[in-house]
């Protein structure tokens, strides 16, 4: 079975300072697809950002990216520039190749973030 | 485009009752997935259905059960809760591809 570590359960930053949150994962898959999602106090879990295990490049998204070592298997995140509104739970999240179209997700425990101003 | 809408909002029940949780996934979505987030936890699978069959469930008794109706709406049932069944319950649709859009749960509360 797959597992996901999140090994941060709190992590600060000062405002406008980098900050990188760690996510090792387990599994015997060679395609697979790794997220992070985001989840301020409303609840709504936001996706932040995608990478595809077959892709060699690490996604980037404005202030986010990630380091993505598929031998490694790790999966971190980081995020330039912090912002007061970054603040959250940050969950990292697995999910296979599926055969026929959808597949479950596969969560870590999450990372809390807070911002220092 | 609306999202994914999950209701009610708020759910108290006493122990030993029986919840029904309720999800409409985005138009055309056909897979709908329930997670459980308990307190200060990460988010545990509950169930997985997709074009009305159950696909998938998680390490959870049979008591917790559901259905995907014809329109894709989904409903999650919990039989003879128990304390331990407070948390927030989080919907998600998806469709053939890896984006999976969330809703903003429904919180059970147990007394």
């Known amino acids: 079975a797959q597992t996901v570590t999140q090994s941060q359960p709190e992590m600060s930053v000062q405002e406008a300072e980098t900050v990188t949150l760690s996510c090792t994962y387990d599994t015997s898959e060679s395609d697979y697809y790794l997220f992070w999602y985001k989840q301020p106090p409303s609840r709504q879990m936001i996706l932040v950002i995608r990478q595809e295990a077959y892709k060699q490049q690490n996604a980037t998204e404005n202030r986010f990216s990630v380091n993505f070592q598929k031998a490694a298997k790790s999966f971190s995140l980081k995020i330039s520039d912090s912002q007061l509104g970054d603040a959250a739970m940050y969950f990292c999240?697995?999910?296979?190749?599926?055969?026929?179209?959808?597949?479950?997700?596969?969560f870590g425990t999450g990372t809390r973030l807070t911002i220092i101003p | 485009e609306a999202g994914v809408t999950q209701s009610p909002t708020h759910l108290i029940k006493t122990r030993g009752q029986q919840a029904t949780l309720r999800c409409s996934p985005i138009?055309?979505?056909?897979?709908v997935y329930w997670y459980q987030q308990a307190l200060g936890l990460g988010l545990q699978f509950l169930l997985w259905?997709?074009?009305?069959?159950?696909?998938n469930r998680g390490n959870f008794p049979p008591r917790f059960s559901g259905r995907q109706f014809p329109n894709y709406s989904s409903e999650l049932n919990v039989n003879a809760l128990e304390l331990e069944d407070s948390a927030l319950y989080l919907c998600?649709?998806?469709?053939?591809?890896?984006?999976?859009?969330f809703g903003s749960g429904t919180r059970l509360t147990v007394v």
């Open positions: 259905y997709d074009e009305g069959e159950e696909r």
């Open positions: 999240a697995y999910r296979k190749e599926a055969n026929f179209g959808n597949e479950k997700l596969t």
């Open positions: 138009s055309g979505h056909t897979s």
């Open positions: 998600a649709s998806s469709f053939a591809s890896y984006g999976y859009t």
